[in-house]
Structures are given as structure tokens and as C-alpha cells.
Nanobody
Framework: QVQLAQSGGGLVQPGGSLRLSCAASGSIFTIAAMGWYRQAPGKQRELVAQ???????NIVGSVKGRFTISRDDAKNTVYLQMNSLKPEDTTVYYC?????????WGQGTLVTVFS
């Protein structure tokens, strides 16, 4: 079993920055990918950024140039640095870890961008 512990998030004004963190623990052998998703009420969960181990990093178009994903593999931790935040970025963010063919999800973190 793998557990994900998210931290970060909160309230910020437009143009501000926040950093989300997600630490994986438990029975971790090889991580295939780590990433961040977000889900607005009544909508499907959507990919924000993903880091595929030993391969590419993907950032979706709506946040490209503003958000950055990074990893500390020694700590099994993934980060999402969010800059130039906009009100439309307001929603719940979930980290995701793919290991041994199973997707694990964090508990979710609310990010609110308000004027």
C-alpha cells in the first residue's frame, strides 16, 4: 500500500504564487510517474502536470508557463509550483503517483485565488 500526503495550497490573490507538495510513503518500489490533477465541482478530474520517470514532463496548455512540476526522487516527493495564479485556477488539486500499475491519489488540497 502507498500513502500520499499533500501539503500547501490555500488562499492567494491573482498574480500570486503557491507551492503544493506531495510525499509518497509505504510500499514503493518503482514509480512510473508522478503528477498533479485538479477537479472543479461537477467536472471531471483533469491533468495539470505530469512527470514520467526517466522521460518527459508534461504541462497542460492552460497553465504552461505559469506552473512547474518537479520531483525529489530521494524523498518520493513531487511539487507543483504555481505562479501568476488566476481566479480560474481555483479548485481542488490532487497529486497522483503511478507505481506497480496502480494509481494512488492524495487527499486533495483546495487552492483559492481571489481578488
Amino acid at each position: 500500500q502507498v500513502q500520499l500526503a499533500q501539503s500547501g495550497g490555500g488562499l492567494v490573490q491573482p498574480g500570486g504564487s503557491l507551492r503544493l507538495s506531495c510525499a509518497a510513503s509505504g510500499s514503493i518500489f518503482t514509480i512510473a510517474a508522478m503528477g498533479w490533477y485538479r477537479q472543479a465541482p461537477g467536472k471531471q478530474r483533469e491533468l495539470v502536470a505530469q512527470s514520467i520517470t526517466g522521460s518527459t514532463t508534461n504541462i497542460v496548455g492552460s497553465v504552461k508557463g505559469r506552473f512547474t512540476i518537479s520531483r525529489d526522487d530521494a524523498k518520493n516527493t513531487v511539487y507543483l509550483q504555481m505562479n501568476s495564479l488566476k481566479p480560474e485556477d481555483t479548485t481542488v488539486y490532487y497529486c497522483n503517483v503511478l507505481t506497480q500499475g496502480i494509481n494512488y491519489w492524495g487527499q486533495g488540497t483546495l487552492v483559492t485565488v481571489f481578488s
